[in-house]
């Protein structure tokens, strides 16, 4: 039986689009533009802001009838946007389900998303491990963590990367099992550790789930490679 790690393994990331701006664009629009940072950054807001704030949690509170479950429906929302490669628009989003609801992890797996879509790890696991602090039980969020090591493994070949991907997957799974996401990188984990039983029940459940993230690629490596 022969492994064979190619580029397919790249698209283990949370993105498959083009981005329609740099990561260098959107530092430097970052500059002016408070509504890019996490946060806002933790910035000084005008009079005008802050009344525009109060607006729309008033809206949004009366629209869903509460402001935790506005905010949810504005990370819904933003990751609408992000997986159509808005992700100006998705980070407005994430930050105005934070102003509804700070408590609210879930925006901290946005944020994460969104550094993690310009490949910027380290500002992603810092999202990550806030909102894990919050709740250290969240899959969205131990399952963004996770890909962060395997993306990490998958550059330098670290055995240390890999474990820690496994390990995270598996508590993620291990709380919510019928996310395809988690159980579809599980099995890429498994298959870069060489093992095929894992590899193949994970890729199964996958599929059996809906299948919606397997790539073609990924499906022919594992057959062929699994399969000998």
């Known amino acids: 039986m022969r492994f064979v790690f190619t580029a397919i393994f790249i698209c283990i990331s949370c993105v498959s689009f083009a981005q329609k701006m740099s990561y260098e664009e959107w530092?430097?629009?970052?500059?002016?533009?408070?509504?890019?940072?996490?946060?806002?950054?933790?910035?000084?807001?005008?009079?005008?802001?802050?009344?525009?704030?109060?607006?729309?949690?008033?809206q949004?509170?009366?629209q869903e009838g509460s402001r935790?479950?506005?905010?949810?429906?504005?990370?819904?929302?933003?990751?609408?946007?992000?997986?159509?490669?808005?992700?100006?628009?998705?980070?407005?989003?994430?930050?105005?389900?934070?102003?509804?609801?700070?408590?609210?992890?879930?925006?901290?797996w946005g944020w994460g998303a969104i550094y993690l879509t310009?490949?910027?790890?380290?500002?992603?696991?810092?999202?990550?491990?806030?909102?894990?602090?919050?709740?250290?039980?969240?899959?969205?969020i131990l399952t963004g963590k996770a890909t962060i090591f395997l993306n990490r493994y998958y550059d330098n070949r670290d055995e240390t990367f890999l474990s820690s991907?496994?390990?995270?997957?598996?508590?993620?799974?291990s709380i919510d099992s019928v996310n395809q996401n988690t159980s579809y990188k599980l099995s890429i984990a498994h298959f870069l550790a060489k093992d095929c039983v894992n590899a193949l029940k994970f890729y199964n459940i996958c599929v059996d789930l809906g299948g919606v993230p397997i790539q073609k690629e990924y499906t022919e490596e594992l057959l062929r490679t699994c399969n000998e």
């Open 68 to 108: 935790s479950s506005a905010s949810e429906l504005l990370i819904r929302i933003g990751f609408e946007y992000l997986n159509k490669g808005e992700i100006r628009i998705a980070m407005y989003r994430f930050n105005q389900a934070w102003l509804l609801d700070p408590e609210n992890e879930n925006v901290f």
């Open 165 to 173: 991907a496994i390990s995270l997957y598996s508590k993620s799974y």
């Open 60 to 62: 949004y509170t009366r």
């Open 118 to 140: 310009f490949n910027d790890t380290s500002k992603a696991l810092e999202q990550y491990d806030e909102g894990l602090s919050k709740n250290p039980e969240n899959p969205n």
């Open 27 to 58: 530092i430097k629009e970052a500059q002016e533009n408070i509504r890019l940072l996490p946060k806002y950054g933790n910035r000084p807001k005008s009079k005008g802001q802050l009344a525009a704030d109060d607006q729309l949690i008033e």
